[in-house]
């Protein structure tokens, strides 16, 4: 996705997770993060944004993770983080430099990106105990199934991951992934016959990578063995 459409996409998502905190109560558990509650899900994402505004601004990671203050509205202070990061996060400030955690990327876009797909499945976690998730923007989750196969599998495939080379298949419309996951490496595979295909909308795909959808909401073919090692790999590396 392009950087304006990252921004209006993290513009949007930032907004409707706030819609949705506010309709339901703040000791509402939250499905897709057992042990959190609503009041919880704000806090924790409210300060992924803080930081990554004061990664942005002072050039370097903080070393204190940002608090809400004692008494303070969670939403309210979500809101007022949130509005920080789409300022600092420009889209026509995408290609300047900026401090970030991926080897191979570090500009301001790197930011833009991660937290578009932070904020969108936060917000579903965030609908989902309101007790009605919307889907993510397909174009969205495209990005998001991208983002979690090369960045963050490629920065944090665990050494310990359940990996023994097999090709597996992500399939949405209108695009495929094929991976094979080995001690550290994740292979594209530019052909292979893969040992199992998993397809369903690109949202439904995305989520389930992310731990949000259960594996019955997809068409699995093949061997099971190995798209619970994609997913067991997936959780390791984005926990």
Not at 94 to 108: F, I, Q
Not at 110 to 135: K, Y
């Amino acid at each position: 996705m392009d950087p304006h459409a990252l921004g209006g996409a993290l513009r949007t998502e930032a907004a409707a997770l706030a819609v949705a905190a506010d309709l339901v109560p703040p000791d509402r558990p939250v499905p897709g993060c057992p042990g959190m509650t609503v009041a919880d899900l704000v806090r924790h994402v409210g300060s992924v944004h803080r930081l990554v505004v004061r990664w942005v601004t002072r050039g370097s990671r903080p070393r204190e993770w940002p608090r809400d203050p004692a008494g303070a509205d969670p939403v309210d202070w979500y809101r007022i983080g949130a509005a920080s990061l789409i300022a600092v996060l420009d889209p026509t400030r995408a290609a300047e430099p900026a401090a970030t955690w991926c080897p191979w990327d570090r500009t301001v876009g790197f930011w833009l990106r991660r937290m578009a797909h932070e904020t969108a499945v936060h917000r579903v976690d965030a609908q989902a105990a309101a007790g009605l998730a919307a889907p993510l923007d397909h174009a969205l989750a495209v990005d998001g199934i991208e983002e979690v196969l090369r960045l963050w599998l490629g920065c944090h495939l665990p050494p310990a991951a359940h990996c023994d080379g097999r090709a597996i298949t992500l399939r949405v419309p209108g695009r495929e992934w094929t991976v094979a996951l080995h001690e550290e490496v994740v292979d594209f595979c530019a052909s292979a016959d893969p040992a199992a295909v998993v397809s369903g909308s690109a949202s439904a795909v995305d989520l389930w990578l992310w731990g949000r959808v259960p594996e019955s909401e997809l068409s699995v073919e093949g061997d099971l063995s190995v798209v619970h090692a994609l997913r067991t790999s997936v959780a390791a590396a984005t926990g």
